[in-house]
């Protein structure tokens, strides 16, 4: 199987039915890692689905990653979330090709909104970077009570909880449409990965 083969598109109505599959995808990953996503509801991605604000990519008639959108404080910002992909599958540059359409999906959707990420993982990071996000602290991301009350199915979210929602071990990115957009190293996501590594070890026991 070649990366050709995979089509990688905005979700419609038809992809409703993959659900529970999404569903339990996230939960493995997360697992995976001991971090991370937060846990799903079958009826949360359906919602995500049937708004228009979800990617998912297709390898024939299986569903083989995921990834949506979602917007807070009155459409000022947008979390591109949940990006999986099935682990028979990894290692192809798929990771990459939904966060590029996620992205595509959250600036055709949203193209005034600053777009912004939370996450723990370094390929995450490294593609953040490449299209332009930047390291931020959470006091620069929204403050919207209703995005931070979606990280409750996050094992680590006492975490985030005791440190006032000031920090925890993912990590904040941003893309504000209104900046110029300027290349940045490629060592910037290696940077931001083991401060989160140093935090984690001193700051957050």
């Not at 995808?25 to 799903?40: C, F, N």
């Not at 990519?57 to 992909?85: C, K, P």
């Not at 959470?138 to 680590?156: A, R």
Request: overall charge positive; aromatic content about 14%; glycine content about 6%.
């Amino acid at each position: 199987m070649n990366n050709d083969q995979v089509s990688v598109m905005f979700a419609t109505e038809e992809h409703t039915k993959f659900a529970q599959k999404i569903c339990d995808l996230i939960y493995e990953s997360a697992l995976q890692r001991g971090t991370g996503i937060a846990r799903r509801s079958p009826e949360y991605i359906i919602d995500k689905i049937r708004g228009e604000k979800a990617v998912v990519a297709m390898y024939g008639d299986r569903l083989i990653g995921f990834s949506y959108i979602e917007s807070w404080g009155h459409g000022d910002y947008v979390a591109t979330s949940g990006l999986i992909v099935d682990p028979e599958f990894r290692k192809l540059g798929l990771a990459g090709r939904i966060k590029n359409k996620t992205f595509e999906l959250a600036r055709r959707r949203f193209p005034y909104a600053k777009i912004f990420s939370i996450t723990t993982s370094l390929p995450v990071m490294k593609l953040n970077t490449r299209l332009g996000y930047k390291p931020v602290t959470f006091s620069e991301l929204t403050q919207d009570d209703e995005f931070w009350k979606g990280c409750e199915g996050c094992v680590n979210y006492d975490i985030l909880q005791r440190n006032n929602r000031s920090k925890c071990l993912c990590y904040g990115m941003l893309f504000d449409p209104k900046a110029e957009l300027k290349k940045q190293s490629w060592v910037t996501p290696y940077r931001t990965w083991w401060a989160n590594k140093f935090r984690k070890v001193f700051h957050l026991k």
